[in-house]
C-alpha cells in the first residue's frame, strides 16, 4: 500500500505562483511514475504532469508547458509541482497520483494505483 498525501494549494492571485507537494508514504519501492491531475467541478479529470522516479522524461499538458515544472526528491520520497505565471483557468482542485509498471500512458489517470486527498488551487483574476 502507499499513502500520498499533497500540500501546497491555496489562493493566489493571477500571475502568481504555487509550489505543491506530495510525500508518499508505503510501499514506494513499487513506484515508477507519479503525476498529478486536476479537475474542476462538473469536468473531467484533467493530466497536469508526470515524472518518473528515474526523474527522466517528464510531461507536461500543453496547457501548463513553460508555465509548470515537476520534480522529485527521492531521498524525501516526494513530489513537487511548482507552478508559475497562473491563470484563472488553473483553479482546480489538483490530485497527486502514483503508478507502478503498468503505467504505459502516463496521460490516463486510470492507469494509476494510488491518488491523494487533493489539494484546492484557486486562482483569481
Known amino acids: 500500500q502507499v499513502t500520498l498525501v499533497e500540500s501546497g494549494g491555496g489562493l493566489v492571485q493571477a500571475g502568481g505562483s504555487l509550489r505543491l507537494s506530495c510525500a508518499t508514504s508505503?510501499?514506494?519501492?513499487?513506484?515508477?511514475?507519479m503525476g498529478w491531475f486536476r479537475q474542476v467541478p462538473g469536468k473531467e479529470r484533467e493530466f497536469v504532469s508526470a515524472i518518473t522516479w528515474s526523474g527522466d522524461r517528464p510531461s507536461y499538458a500543453d496547457s501548463v508547458k513553460g508555465r509548470f515544472t515537476i520534480s522529485r526528491d527521492n531521498a524525501k520520497n516526494t513530489v513537487y509541482l511548482q507552478m508559475n505565471s497562473l491563470k484563472p483557468e488553473d483553479t482546480a482542485v489538483y490530485y497527486c497520483?502514483?503508478?507502478?509498471?503498468?503505467?504505459?500512458?502516463?496521460?490516463?489517470?486510470?492507469?494509476?494505483?494510488?491518488w491523494g486527498q487533493g489539494t484546492q488551487v484557486t486562482v483569481s483574476s
Open positions: 508505503g510501499r514506494t519501492f513499487e513506484l515508477y511514475v
Open positions: 497520483a502514483a503508478g507502478g509498471g503498468r503505467v504505459w500512458n502516463v496521460r490516463v489517470g486510470g492507469l494509476y494505483n494510488y
